[in-house]
């Protein structure tokens, strides 16, 4: 084995001139490798151009004959004013703006040259293509093409494209392009769509996912083997997806960096002259921070956060299974390429005046990195079903920076002043001017307009939360386990997570909560209920000669959760009593030696997307905490002065 990788190494050496270093493979693939490229690329940065060849290896995974390809052209979103991503967006994204004013030109383009097929014998046969817009029939937008072909790929066979193609990246406003010297390069080559068999995800019958770009919506890929090699200048330093595997000086000051990177659904870079290069390690995973000089002292902040999410993951979902992170900390001046994810490559961002107890760059790190398990190593559809990418990871993001820095402060913690990340969510759904506007599935350019974020993000991560508290964190941990496990390198949807919960739920707490939880996903997912339970009433009387104690609970939305309601005797006793939520009101009548001195409806919050937990309780005796309505009200006002912070995820 060793042998063959020696004798392997040595004759790539000799045909392609760069200096090798030994390549990470996996013993057998561990994805269906439907997708693999081959790019060279060269960056200009004077130009802010990319001129690329590409060879495309697609698999047809299908039993179906395949008469066309569809590509997605992402670049082409930052065309000009008219493309459905300016359309919908106005130009910024996360509170970045276009700069139209600005003396580069701030637009973005990639042009197919050609676009050939390779034959084993014989000439390549040259490929046309024709734009097409599936979801809105803007004639302006020049997303997705269509690619004919006069021979088709039968089921199971492989075709080969050779592609030539350049690019114009966009001033930076929305994750990719160029700031000054600095450069994101992300969604930059012709990528090929999703091609999903009939029985697959919600497909009846074979047929091609290939959405536009739109403002709101990312990525949905095979997964496939990418081999890339990059040619900038030599004073760029460069980072990537996946790993470095040779390096070559090449003419007029250049050089050729190549990389290497297998069952991945994407492949991003950067490359900028000022980054401060700071090596780490985690286990089995080398980390690779490209800090801003101004961010040096921010280093520390950044791995811890790298690590704990390294180790909360690979303690509580499964293995991450590559050798390597690399994460970018961007310029502010290009604060829109900040909090990016792609395999095994990340972007994180922070300012250099942000005091420790602000865990901005924290919260970015622990949730950019979660992308590697929530779009990674499970590749949803982030187009139909972001909520199954974002809002797991916002779920996630919220359990790591708790666990790690503090259940109520692990957001903020400034002077006195203290805010945990789940109770951020929470409070960022709840405190809507309706949290009725929408269900967290469907299609994100469909959502109701402003609300992809809190719907996707916050009341996804809120409801996994409810979930949790009904059935336990050891039947949720086992339950997101199992779903790690049966999907992990696969495509999914809602119905494969909801069958697990569904099986285990069963499995671990028997009928509790009916022959399925298929009742709470249509309120807590596909519906838009608003869950606020009140306890309205507690009454103490004599009752022929006996102490009885009445407590009257109400439902005042429309969302039915079962709920438990704690009773507190004045002789210390306490009494749990259960009710399934579903009536409108609910009286509690109980006859005790000792009168009722408070009681409280959900006591450990685990219906944690009820609106209001101020009318959860009432209490006979003086409150003890006259200054709790003032310091919600503060920790409201902080949280919504931290809008632009929770916008970078």
Not at 184 to 189: E, N, P
Not at 430 to 442: I, K, T
Not at 558 to 566: A, N, R, T, Y
Request: with cysteine; net charge neutral; glycine share 8%.
């Amino acid at each position: 084995m060793k042998a063959a990788l020696f004798l392997f190494l040595l004759v790539s050496t000799a045909l392609t001139g760069l200096a090798q270093v030994p390549r990470p493979t996996f013993p057998t693939p561990l994805s269906p490798r439907l997708a693999n490229y081959r790019i060279d690329v060269t960056l200009d940065p004077a130009t802010k151009k990319l001129v690329g060849d590409e060879t495309l290896t697609w698999r047809n995974p299908s039993d179906d004959v395949i008469r066309e390809l569809q590509f997605h052209l992402y670049l082409n979103a930052f065309r000009n004013e008219k493309t459905t991503f300016m359309r919908e967006s106005g130009g910024q994204l996360r509170g970045d703006v276009i700069d139209r004013n600005a003396t580069e030109n701030p637009y973005g383009s990639i042009d197919i040259l050609s676009m050939k097929r390779h034959a084993t014998s014989g000439a390549s046969e040259s490929l046309a293509y024709q734009f097409i817009q599936p979801d809105d029939r803007n004639k302006d937008d020049r997303t997705v093409i269509r690619v004919p072909l006069s021979k088709p790929v039968g089921p199971g066979e492989t075709i080969v494209l050779e592609i030539q193609f350049r690019a114009k990246l966009p001033q930076i406003f929305a994750r990719t392009g160029f700031s000054r010297d600095y450069f994101l390069v992300g969604q930059w080559f012709p990528k090929i769509g999703v091609y999903e068999p009939a029985g697959t995800r919600y497909a009846t019958t074979g047929q091609w996912n290939c959405h536009q770009f739109h403002a709101h919506s990312e990525f949905y890929a095979d997964y496939g083997v990418y081999d890339v090699n990059i040619t900038t200048p030599k004073e760029y330093w460069v980072g990537a997806t996946g790993v470095m595997v040779g390096e070559k000086t090449g003419p007029g000051e250049t050089k050729t960096l190549r990389w290497h990177a297998e069952d991945v659904v994407d492949f991003a870079w950067t490359a900028s002259p000022h980054f401060q290069v700071v090596n780490d390690k985690w286990k089995h995973v080398t980390i690779e921070l490209l800090l801003q000089p101004e961010h040096r002292h921010q280093a520390d902040r950044h791995l811890k956060a790298a690590k704990a999410a390294l180790a909360y993951f690979d303690k509580h979902l499964g293995k991450y299974p590559f050798p390597n992170l690399t994460i970018v900390d961007p310029p502010v001046h290009a604060s829109g390429s900040a909090g990016m994810e792609y395999p095994t490559f990340i972007t994180a961002g922070t300012a250099w005046f942000i005091p420790e107890g602000i865990r901005a760059p924290e919260m970015v790190t622990v949730h950019e990195f979660g992308h590697q398990y929530f779009m990674q190593l499970l590749a949803s559809n982030e187009f139909e079903e972001a909520w199954l990418d974002e809002g797991f990871n916002q779920y996630y993001e919220g359990r790591i920076m708790d666990a790690t820095y503090g259940v109520r402060s692990s957001q903020v913690n400034l002077l006195g002043f203290r805010m945990g990340d789940l109770e951020s969510s929470r409070d960022s759904y709840v405190h809507q001017d309706n949290p009725a506007v929408g269900s967290s599935f469907g299609n994100t350019w469909q959502l109701p307009e402003g609300q992809y974020g809190v719907l996707t993000y916050s009341k996804t991560a809120t409801w996994l939360r409810t979930l949790e508290g009904l059935v336990g964190r050891q039947v949720m941990d086992e339950i997101m386990q199992t779903y790690f496990i049966r999907w992990r390198f696969r495509h999914l949807n809602a119905q494969s997570f909801i069958d697990i919960v569904n099986e285990l739920v069963s499995k671990r707490l028997g009928s509790k909560y009916g022959p399925d939880m298929n009742w709470f996903f249509a309120q807590a997912l596909y519906g838009d209920q608003v869950v606020d339970y009140e306890l309205t009433g507690l009454k103490n009387r004599r009752q022929n000669g006996r102490q009885q104690s009445v407590i009257t609970v109400m439902r005042n939305g429309d969302g039915q959760m079962p709920v438990d309601i704690q009773v507190q005797f004045e002789n210390g006793r306490t009494l749990m009593l259960f009710w399934d939520g579903k009536a409108r009101q609910r009286q509690f009548t109980i006859t005790e030696n000792a009168r009722v001195v408070s009681a409280t409806v959900d006591p450990k919050q685990k219906i944690y997307m009820d609106t209001n937990f101020n009318n959860n309780s009432l209490t006979l005796e003086p409150s003890s905490a006259p200054a709790a309505k003032f310091a919600t009200k503060f920790l409201f006002w902080v949280e919504n002065w931290m809008q632009w912070l929770a916008w970078l995820v």
